[in-house]
């Protein structure tokens, strides 16, 4: 038996030698990792944000493709009032709804070598060369509502597979199943084409339900141009069953045709989009033709872009690629009641 005792006690000895000198290893490799608050680096050998800085010294370039609705207006205003509000400096630029501008404006700021890029409503691929000069100076890049590109550091958006998702199933039933509607599409987002491929996603289960007419909404000047084509689409089909619905991709072209179809009184036609625009919310409240829209949470998303922005600049990592803010379904039962 003392055998066996000594064999244990020899047993748990070694044991907690072997335990103290893999914790004494471990203490050592802490210790010469060198505590200067510098950030981790990257593959290129540099940090991402060169220097670990205070909020007040951070300089984060914003970009938006236009002010032409509410909600790219609201975004861009919403950033640079953040950014502001954590002492940090915001270069902010409004590129026009014209894409070459953009893509000069980004180079533009990454010359003046910003801490951080907010990258609104920008097309990543068609804006690849100025991506990959900011990978090459190491400078954070945050898109918003602009889509996936593998060197994009950070997606922020609204899942517009399920906004359109949501208002296509809300549309569908409305119609019971079956009828015939007119879409509002645009293919140089990929927030619009999202919202387009939820719809025919939807649509397969409902073989009832006919598009008989299409049309690309124009950037800038989609209300006008939506309203025109909706005019003459009401013109083609002049009676009442013609058309039950229209599709748009966001609710600015969809006002552009609800107000052409108030003019033609044909109110048994409804309209439903996306983005949780104030216009649309007042035509809602006021019982108007447009029926219901996905709204984005336009703060959440400004609070979300800009915290990334601050934290990427000293040198964090965020621990995945694409962040989704939630976007809730909004029907003249539940639109929220006017601001004051």
């Known amino acids: ?97 014209q894409r070459e501008k953009m893509l000069s404006d980004i180079e533009t700021l990454i010359q003046q070598n910003v801490d951080a890029l907010i990258v609104l409503l920008g097309d990543p691929t068609f804006l690849e060369p100025a991506l990959k000069k900011a990978k090459e100076k190491n400078i954070p890049w945050i898109s918003v509502a602009a ?28 119609l019971g199943g079956k009828g015939k509607i007119v879409e509002i599409y645009g293919d140089l987002i990929l927030p619009t084409r999202a919202r387009a491929e939820a719809l025919r996603a939807v649509l397969k289960e409902y073989p009832e339900i006919q598009i008989v007419e299409r049309h690309a909404y124009a950037w800038p000047g989609f209300l006008e141009d939506c309203r025109k084509w909706m005019e003459t689409v009401l013109q083609k089909y002049p009676k009442p069953g013609d058309i039950q619905a229209v599709f748009a ?33 007042e035509n809602m409240r006021n019982k108007g033709v447009f029926a219901a829209t996905a709204a984005h949470d336009l703060k959440g998303m400004a609070e979300k872009a800009v915290e990334w922005a601050f934290r990427m600049a000293k040198g964090e990592k965020p621990p995945v690629k694409m962040m989704f803010i939630d976007s809730p379904l909004i029907t003249q039962e539940n639109v929220p009641p006017a601001t004051k």
């Open 1 to 97: 038996m003392w055998r066996k005792w000594l064999i244990s006690v020899l047993i748990i000895v070694v044991a907690i030698s072997l335990a103290a000198c893999s914790a004494q290893q471990s203490s050592q490799k802490v210790n010469q990792q060198p505590a200067t608050g510098q950030p981790a680096t990257t593959e290129a050998g540099k940090g991402q944000g060169t220097v670990a800085k205070d909020d007040k010294n951070i300089k984060v370039g914003i970009v938006v493709n236009g002010q032409g609705n509410f909600f790219n207006a609201g975004i861009f205003q919403e950033t640079q009032r953040l950014v502001k509000e954590k002492g940090g400096t915001p270069v902010a630029l409004d590129s026009l709804g």
């Open 147 to 174: 889509g996936f590109h593998p060197l994009v550091d950070l997606e922020i958006d609204s899942n517009d597979w399920a906004m359109g998702a949501k208002v296509a199933a809300y549309m569908a039933a409305r």
């Open 249 to 281: 991709a966001f609710d600015g072209a969809g006002i552009g045709a609800a107000q052409a179809i108030e003019a033609a009184g044909r109110k048994e036609i409804f309209v439903v989009g996306i983005d949780g625009d104030p216009l649309a919310y």
